[in-house]
T-cell receptor, first 113, second 113 residues
Framework: AAGVIQSPRHLIKEKRETATLKCYPIPRHDTVYWYQQGPGQDPQFLISFYEKMQSDKGSIPDRFSAQQFSDYHSELNMSSLELGDSALYFC????????????FGPGTRLTVT | GQQVMQIPQYQHVQEGEDFTTYCNSSTTLSNIQWYKQRPGGHPVFLIQLVKSGEVKKQKRLTFQFGEAKKNSSLHITATQTTDVGTYFCAGPSSGGSQGNLIFGKGTKLSVKP
């Protein structure tokens, strides 16, 4: 079965640089979520999209933005990177047809130096 | 704000011993979901409970949803080394869009062979 795809899997950036993370949800899933997970922490909700429209915002810094495209893939854009942005970034997708069970991608490990 | 709390934070058991993690919400939940994250992996959906007092079993795992729909538990009988990981409970965000979840801090399980 198709899973959520994320790219890149690893990313190393320097402070003040920008980064773009990509997510390809499971086909026919109508909702995409972005999470940030620090070491030993729980996933922190950043932002979600339902049918390509932003549906909710969590603890997403103003330096970050995201969008979902016509083919349903989503991108998380991160600017003016800070050391504290180093974390695992997960994308998850779900559908009301499966009661919003969330299926997570493998994550992108971002390291800011 | 809405909180989902989990205890214990860590649990170390000998292989073959039982394990239980408890989840408590500050608000009544329409449903609760459980996820497992292996070391270095991504959260994987385990189960969703919807009904008050519901009990569901998956092999050695038993999930319960409290009568008041504010607490839940996950019990593993006779742990195995493959059970190692962090177990998260998650409930719908009361102020968010459909499908958005608030995760507990997780219980990290280690199993000594």
């Amino acid at each position: 079965a198709a899973g959520v795809i994320q790219s890149p899997r690893h990313l190393i950036k320097e402070k003040r640089e920008t980064a773009t993370l990509k997510c390809y949800p499971i086909p026919r899933h109508d909702t995409v979520y972005w999470y940030q997970q620090g070491p030993g922490q729980d996933p922190q909700f950043l932002i979600s999209f339902y049918e390509k429209m932003q549906s909710d915002k969590g603890s997403i810094p103003d330096r970050f933005s995201a969008q979902q495209f016509s083919d349903y893939h989503s991108e998380l854009n991160m600017s003016s990177l800070e050391l504290g942005d180093s974390a695992l970034y997960f994308c998850a997708s779900s559908s009301r047809d499966i009661s919003y069970e969330q299926y997570f991608g493998p994550g992108t490990r971002l390291t800011v130096t | 704000g809405q909180q989902v709390m989990q205890i214990p934070q860590y649990q170390h058991v000998q292989e073959g011993e039982d394990f239980t993690t408890y989840c408590n919400s500050s608000t009544t939940l329409s449903n609760i979901q459980w996820y497992k994250q292996r070391p270095g992996g991504h959260p994987v959906f385990l189960i969703q409970l919807v009904k008050s007092g519901e009990v569901k079993k998956q092999k050695r795992l038993t999930f319960q949803f409290g009568e008041a729909k504010k607490n839940s538990s996950l019990h593993i009988t006779a742990t195995q080394t493959t059970d190692v990981g962090t177990y998260f409970c998650a409930g719908p965000s009361s102020g968010g869009s459909q499908g958005n979840l608030i995760f507990g801090k997780g219980t990290k399980l280690s199993v000594k062979p």
